[in-house]
């Protein structure tokens, strides 16, 4: 199995991160937090058309350049590392992932192509964000499509073109499509989409509600195809905290060596340097077994608990981090001013997004137990 | 005295006085000359000497009769017990009073951009001309610097001698132009400090408090008090919807005294909340949640039993040290990190969202947003351990790298 990167692989990261690097500066994620989309439109464009994101992981017969989870995970890790701000997570991750396992061929093929090219955008509706198990428990679909329920907490969904909805049906679970650029947001067919204030600002969340809203039948839905559509989100996510935790710890240690109190740069004191070096223990951690989550899905192994175990150590790695990040800083961390926030904020949105750190634990143990 | 006295005098001195009718300084006029504004202090200055036991029983009874006590917002308190310590019989006569009957908001310029754990490295400059103080220089994080008449300040009077040495304490008034004070808005979105620029403002030379030079000493009281004062804040028991104008004038002042101090138990991690969001999320049935909360409630009530125990050995003139500051204060930050990460655990996926439409009335995510403040305001935790160590414990202490004269010392510019 893969441990390192390529040579391409590094190259591919490079050229994302240089393309984030400039584009998405910590002035520009504030301005574009503070709008309603949340994003800009032409870095969209660019991302999707010149670097080609947005298809990155869908294959060739349907538009996109036919890479796997490792290379999402090297994207998503430079957007972490930078909080872009955008539908990538909602739009790429989620819904291209979900039509990817879950639709019908038909579907993929009238779907994929425009969500690969980044000119329709998606999102999905799970009516539940902790566990896989609870997903269906208050979003329903009648015999003739139409969906009843509501999900209080959807990433994207103000921007999306396309919703795809799971719901629970006679017998189990489906995937429901609905068109948003034919179905308006009007109270006739049901849909009501309400933004939502968010802890972390730089990711849009919305309320979404049906109320006998007609839908398309896509696909089926198995409990296990939702726990592996489950776990190659949570790794996309695990990236994407590994890179926000990474370029928090570095300015951190930067900090620390040019903030003098005491006559001595702080960094110089051996409570701090203890502290970052057992950061650093974690965080290497974090992101070995991240990168294995990857390779795994990458290989097409059966569900395992390796996403599980990523997501857990991810988010309390993130956080830590973030934590520390704040502490070392002193007053200054804890302003709005300081970025650091920003960076916090999307740790603590990122912890229990797609199931906190104890849920995946557990889930983990569950799959260890099945297997030994 | 015994507590029934206590309680026995007060209720009848109350049902003689207390009206409704009074404007909010009247009735605390009224308290302050009765002694029962601040019944901790000494005799001569307002109080009856109580132990601090005597004087949280005097407050159970005016929050239990919804009576409106003296004013007590914090930097208010620090600059009140500093002034008895260390202030002349005339100092006390001049700013104690005003401090209970509300009259006169303080605030804390100790911290300065280049100067936080590191107090002492306060570049500040006063100087002394033709009989007054003149003060150069600049503070920041002021908590309610915004809304003060007053400020407690520690500033530079001697850039040659050894750091310690070289600084003053002051009383300085925040209404003259030669004070400019700038809020910041911090990362849970209120604004509770400032940054206050002071060019060429004036202090009178009756406004030193403790003598030139003795400033560390005079802010080292300071600084003890304030780190007790993290052992939970207490809010307002007053109910102040009831009809009468010392309510109506009380919950102005509430509304605008407190409003920087809005979000503080949110920072110490509203562990009242903890039980009953556990229940109505389901969470409690959660066996790693429990074990958490249980973590949680374990060292909340382990903390108060410390408190107690090291109040009792204090009364009873016990002579062994008793550490109750730092460790208060560390544990008030431990408490509220657990806390946060327990309402955490019990929010799950909803944490993410903020606001009036999420869990308590966006209470949950202000804690989240918070928290982080506790472990620095005030003495960082690491400053705590390191006090703790090393004048507690009587561990060696670091080699220092900032002997010697003040302006030879490396420092951020
Ligand atoms: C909500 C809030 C309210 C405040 N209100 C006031 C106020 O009203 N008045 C006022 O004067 N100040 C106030 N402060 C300021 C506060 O006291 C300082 O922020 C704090 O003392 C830390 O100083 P600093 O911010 O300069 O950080 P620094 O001192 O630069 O510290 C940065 C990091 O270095 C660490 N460090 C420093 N020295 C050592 C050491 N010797 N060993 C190990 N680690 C070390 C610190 O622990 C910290 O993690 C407030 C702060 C906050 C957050």
């Given amino acids: 199995m893969q441990l390192t990167l390529s040579e391409d692989q ?81 739009s790429s991750v989620m819904a291209t992932y979900a039509l990817l396992q879950m639709a019908s061929d038909e579907a993929k093929t009238a779907l994929l192509p425009g969500l690969a090219a980044g000119e329709t955008l998606g999102c999905l509706v799970l009516d539940d964000l902790n566990d896989p198990v609870k997903v269906g428990s208050s979003l329903a679909a009648d015999a003739s499509g139409h969906l009843q329920g509501t ?23 489906g995937l ?47 409990r296990q195809g939702l726990n592996r559509l489950w776990d190659h989100i949570i790794v996309a996510l695990a990236h994407e905290m590994i890179g926000g935790a990474q ?24 409570g701090l340097k203890h502290r970052c070096a057992d950061l650093l223990v974690q965080l290497e951690f974090a992101r070995s077994v991240t990168f294995h989550a990857a390779a795994c899905l990458d290989a097409g192994n059966e569900v395992a608990h390796e996403p599980a175990m990523a997501k857990a150590m991810a988010s309390d790695l993130y956080m830590e981090v973030a934590r520390t990040a704040i502490q070392l800083r002193g007053g200054i961390g804890f302003t709005w001013e300081d970025d650091t926030h920003l960076w916090f904020k999307r740790a603590k949105s990122a912890e229990v997004f797609m199931g906190s750190p104890h849920l995946h634990r557990e889930r983990m143990m569950t799959m ?5 | 005295m015994k507590d029934e006295d206590i309680r026995k005098e007060l209720e009848s001195w109350l049902d003689e006085h207390w009206s409704p009718d009074h404007s909010l300084v009247a009735w605390r006029s009224i308290l302050v ?47 009140a017990e500093t002034i008895l310590a260390h202030g002349t019989d005339e100092q006390k006569a001049r700013y104690l009073r005003p401090i209970l009957t509300g009259e006169h908001a303080w605030c804390q310029l100790f911290s300065e951009p280049g100067s936080g754990s590191d107090l002492a490295g306060a570049s500040t400059r006063a100087a002394l001309r033709d009989g007054q103080w003149v003060i150069n220089g600049q503070k920041v994080w002021n908590t309610s610097a915004h809304h003060a008449d007053f400020g407690i300040l520690l500033a530079r009077t001697n850039f040659d001698l050894p750091k310690h040495q070289g600084l003053s304490y002051f009383l300085i008034s925040m209404h003259q132009p030669g004070v400019e004070v700038r809020p910041l808005r911090q990362m849970n979105g209120h604004a509770s400090f400032n940054e206050v620029f002071m060019t060429d403002a004036v202090v009178p030379a009756g406004d030193l408090l403790g003598g030139e030079g003795n400033g560390w000493a005079v802010a080292a009281t300071t600084l003890s008090y304030e780190r007790q004062s993290f052992r939970g804040s207490r809010r307002s028991a007053v109910n102040l919807d009831l009809p009468g104008r010392v309510y109506e004038e009380y919950a ?13 138990p949110q920072r110490e991690g509203r562990v009242d909340l903890v039980m009953s969001r556990a229940r109505e999320t389901g969470a409690i049935k959660d066996p790693a949640i429990r074990q958490e909360i249980a973590r949680l409630l374990s060292m909340q009530q382990a903390n108060g039993l410390t408190a107690a125990v090291a109040e009792a ?24 990190r657990q806390a946060a990460h327990v309402h955490t655990m019990i929010a799950g996926a909803d944490a993410m969202a903020a606001g009036p439409d999420s869990a308590v009335d966006g209470m949950i995510a202000e804690v989240l947003l918070s928290v982080p403040a506790i472990s620095i305001a005030g003495g960082t935790d690491e400053i705590q351990r390191n006090i703790i160590a090393e004048r507690v414990l009587g561990m060696p202490k670091e080699t220092r790298s900032d002997t010697g004269p003040f302006r030879d010392i490396k420092r951020n510019a």
Avoid at chain 1, 368 to 372: C, D, G, P
Avoid at chain 2, 313 to 326: D, L
Wanted: with cysteine; charged share 20%; net charge negative.
């Fill in chain 1, 151 to 173: 999900a209080p907490l959807v990433v994207d969904a103000n921007n999306a073109d396309l919703m795809l909805v799971v719901a629970r049906e006679t017998g189990g679970l």
């Fill in chain 1, 368 to 372: 260890l137990e099945a297997i030994s």
């Fill in chain 2, 313 to 336: 050995k204090r009364r009873s003139g016990s002579n062994e040290i008793v550490p109750s500051g730092s460790i208060g204060k560390l544990a008030a930050s431990i408490i509220a």
């Fill in chain 1, 10 to 90: 590094i190259d591919f990261q490079d050229m994302v991160a240089r393309f984030l690097e400039a584009s998405s500066p910590p002035t520009e994620v504030r301005r574009l937090m503070a709008t309603e989309s949340g994003y800009d439109p032409e870095v969209w464009r660019r991302l999707s058309s010149e670097l080609g994101l947005t298809g990155i992981h869908i294959p060739e017969t349907w538009g996109g350049s036919g890479f796997g989870p490792i290379e999402l995970g090297i994207a998503t890790e430079q957007m972490g590392r930078y909080l872009y701000c955008g539908p990538f997570f909602a």
């Fill in chain 2, 33 to 79: 000359d009765a002694g029962w504004a601040a019944t901790h202090w000494p005799t001569d200055f307002h109080g009856r000497g109580f132990t601090s036991q005597q004087a949280q029983l005097v407050q159970q009874v005016f929050a239990n009769r919804n009576i409106v006590p003296a004013a007590s917002s914090s930097p208010r308190g620090l600059a």
């Fill in chain 1, 247 to 270: 370029r928090l710890f570095d300015s951190t240690i930067e900090y620390t060596r040019l903030r003098y109190q005491f006559g001595r740069p702080i960094g110089s004191f051996q």
């Fill in chain 2, 252 to 264: 102005r002042e509430q509304a605008i005294a407190n409003e920087p101090y809005s979000w503080y």
């Fill in chain 1, 176 to 222: 429901y499509l609905l068109d948003l650029l034919e179905i308006q947001d009007t109270p006739a067919n049901g849909l009501r989409i309400t933004p939502r204030q968010a802890i972390d600002e730089t990711r849009k969340l919305c309320r979404v509600s049906f109320d006998h809203t007609p839908a398309v039948r896509i696909g089926d839905v198995t």
